[in-house]
């Protein structure tokens, strides 16, 4: 879509097709092995940018719990022209502890959508001992089967940042998704330097496949020299819009070396 198109439909139009976007990249931004002590606690902060145009902001953080559990949190917001018309704020948690084979148990998923004209709301509760998902989203409570493994869609991009650091080039993950359990593959495609607000940084590129190619393309760039967390996505609609997420601030991991002074071309293939 040329931006003088974005223009013409208006703040709000274009906050709503950012709202369409930002689930499905949000799966890609940060599934299932992974051991707890790999990854450090950390806080990400992300601008998000519509057709180039500044639309809002994604904040992330691992925490570790007094009593060992793990909490990762995720929060959007539009800002700017966009807060004005779409005042709507999206938070995701994912509560989870490390199983006695080593993979990543959630425990409570939670997701809420609050300041628009309509709220919504979702819990996912994980009962491994019977293998059964609780599902309330305030309508109708229902219940599926799990098996080991399977993830929620917050916590299992952790587990893709720690299956990168095993040289894994191919990944399949099964997520609980809402009410079903989808898979989601993933693919490693070259390894390119970015430019991003903190600097030119080397990444790898991987691309979601899909089952019907010419639907939508989603990619992302994870840096090895910052434990491989995605550093900037793009997701690209079948109309040609396109929504991207680049960092602009990080805690906890260590940046030192990590960045280099930016060059004139955001991305050089290698």
Not at 7 to 31: A, D, H, Q, T, V
Not at 104 to 120: F, M, N, S, V
Not at 149 to 167: C, E, I
Request: aromatic residues 8%; positive net charge.
């Amino acid at each position: 879509m040329p931006l003088k198109r974005l223009l013409r439909i208006g703040p709000f139009s274009r906050y709503k097709l950012m709202n369409r976007c930002l689930p499905i990249c949000l799966f890609l931004l940060f599934s299932s092995a992974l051991f707890a002590q790999d990854l450090p606690d950390f806080s990400a902060n992300y601008l998000i940018r519509l057709n180039g145009i500044q639309a809002g902001e994604l904040k992330r953080s691992l925490v570790t719990q007094a009593d060992g559990k793990r909490l990762f949190k995720s929060k959007t917001q539009a800002k700017g022209v966009f807060a004005l018309f779409k005042p709507e704020k999206i938070v995701e948690t994912s509560l989870w502890h490390k199983s006695d084979n080593d993979l990543i148990a959630p425990l409570q998923y939670r997701y809420t959508r609050t300041g628009g004209k309509k709220d919504k709301t979702m819990a996912l509760d994980f009962d491994w001992s019977e293998k059964q998902l609780q599902i309330d989203d305030k309508k109708q409570p229902w219940s599926l089967a799990i098996e080991a493994g399977t993830l929620d869609k917050l916590v299992y991009q952790l587990a893709l940042m720690t299956d990168l650091a095993k040289a894994q080039h191919q990944f399949n993950y099964r997520i609980a998704d809402g009410g079903k359990i989808k898979q989601y593959k993933i693919t490693e495609v070259s390894r390119e330097t970015i430019s991003t607000p903190l600097g030119d940084i080397e990444t790898i590129k991987l691309t979601r496949e899909r089952s019907r190619p010419k639907d939508r393309k989603t990619t992302l760039w994870c840096a090895p020299a910052l434990n491989y967390l995605p550093v900037m996505l793009e997701h690209i609609e079948k109309d040609g819009t396109i929504f991207s997420a680049s960092l602009r601030r990080l805690s906890g991991i260590n940046t030192d070396n990590a960045f280099k002074p930016k060059q004139n071309k955001a991305i050089v293939s290698e």
